[in-house]
């Protein structure tokens, strides 16, 4: 199974910054996807970060809000822009396994004030 | 889009008695289904799949069963231990998986000793 590691695991920004999210995996992917969790939530799909092209933003995201990159088969990052207390959630990060399972980052836990 | 339904929200059994909890899909073209379990302020684990060509799949005390023609499918726990309280997560994809997952809504899992 592919190791998948983020950083920070947490952090509380102010409102009206941007925090970016690292996320690296031990070994290449194909897929790799953003998710947002709200407390006692289930799992909502950002984007998929597509690697040497932009991301396929889901219904309700956009670029603006939430740039994504992946340089390579291995890392990407999510940026949340212009910081509100509604940001405030956890982001998770997974990248497809070999036979397409997908694994789940540790998540960063981010707070806004 | 595809949509996952996930029952029942929150589910208490004795410790050694059985779980079941279900997930219906929308998408026919859906043929990847993987269950996740996520800890208290862990990353969702994933615990079991199954691919839209088996019927069923076991591992130890834990087996998935999909109707594809109901577009369902459950999670059953045998043998119900205290570590198993958890909230659990339905996911479903096309492409055996190398696309996008849909969460479903998650089963709070409590055992009871």
């Known amino acids: 199974s592919a190791v998948i590691s983020q950083k920070p695991s947490r952090d509380i920004c102010q409102r009206g910054t941007s925090l970016t999210i690292q996320c690296q995996v031990d070994s290449q992917v194909t897929m790799m996807f953003w998710y947002r969790q709200q407390p006692g939530q289930s799992l909502t799909l950002i984007a998929t970060a597509n690697q040497g092209s932009e991301a396929t933003y889901e219904s309700g995201f956009v670029i603006d809000k939430f740039p994504i990159s992946r340089p390579n088969l291995t890392f990407s990052t999510l940026t949340v822009s212009n910081l509100s207390p509604e940001d405030s959630s956890i982001y998770l990060c997974?990248?497809?396994?070999?036979?397409?399972?997908?694994?789940f980052g540790p998540g960063t836990r981010l707070t806004v004030l | 889009g595809e949509n996952v339904e996930q029952h029942p929200s929150t589910l208490s059994v004795q410790e050694g008695d059985s779980a079941v909890i279900k997930c219906t899909y929308s998408d026919s073209a859906s043929n990847y289904f993987p269950w996740y379990k996520q800890e208290l302020g862990k990353r969702p684990q994933l615990i079991i799949d199954i691919r839209s060509n088996v019927g069923e799949k076991k591992d130890q005390r834990i087996a998935v069963t999909l109707n594809k023609t109901a577009k369902h499918f459950s999670l059953h726990i045998t043998e119900t231990q205290p570590e198993d309280s958890a909230v659990y997560f339905c996911?479903?994809?096309?492409?055996?998986?190398?696309?996008?997952?849909?969460f479903g809504t998650g089963t709070r899992l409590t055992i009871i000793p």
């Open positions: 997974s990248g497809g396994g070999t036979a397409n399972e997908q694994f």
């Open positions: 996911a479903a994809s096309t492409n055996f998986g190398n696309e996008k997952l849909t």
